[in-house]
């Protein structure tokens, strides 16, 4: 059973960085495309960061870019972002969550099959 843990998320003034990290267990994870989700109070689910897991490829939503950095850690089966230069607009609760089917550059949530309980990233200003 493919189990996703989020973890690193809290409060941080504006300007400020964080680092969240995601353990992924339950299968073998090579073939998968992960990525980070977040979701504000009212609004959608929005795409943050992906990663293709075997091979590190990663892209990004704008909102992101050059701000923001996905990693994972194949020894510790644990996927990071890195989060510099946030902003109020970046609170959220952030989700990281899986796709099975490996795709390269998915951005939307209806392709990910399992998904983390979230943690919350609060930026104040």
């Known amino acids: 059973q493919v189990q996703l843990v989020e973890s690193g998320g809290g409060l941080v003034q504006a300007g400020g960085s964080l680092r969240l990290s995601c353990a992924a267990s339950?299968?073998?994870?090579?073939?998968?495309?992960m990525g980070w989700f977040r979701q504000a109070p009212g609004k959608e689910r929005e795409f943050v960061a992906g990663?293709?897991?075997?091979?590190?490829?990663?892209w990004y939503a704008d909102s992101g870019k050059g701000r923001f950095t996905i990693s994972r850690d194949n020894a510790k089966n644990t996927m990071y972002l890195q989060m510099n230069s946030l902003n109020p607009e970046d609170t959220a609760v952030y989700y990281c969550a899986a796709d099975s089917a490996g795709t390269i550059g998915v951005v939307t949530p209806r392709n990910y099959d399992y998904w983390g309980q979230g943690t919350q990233v609060t930026v104040s200003p």
């Open positions: 990663i293709r897991w075997s091979v590190g490829l990663t």
């Open positions: 339950g299968r073998t994870f090579s073939n998968y495309a």
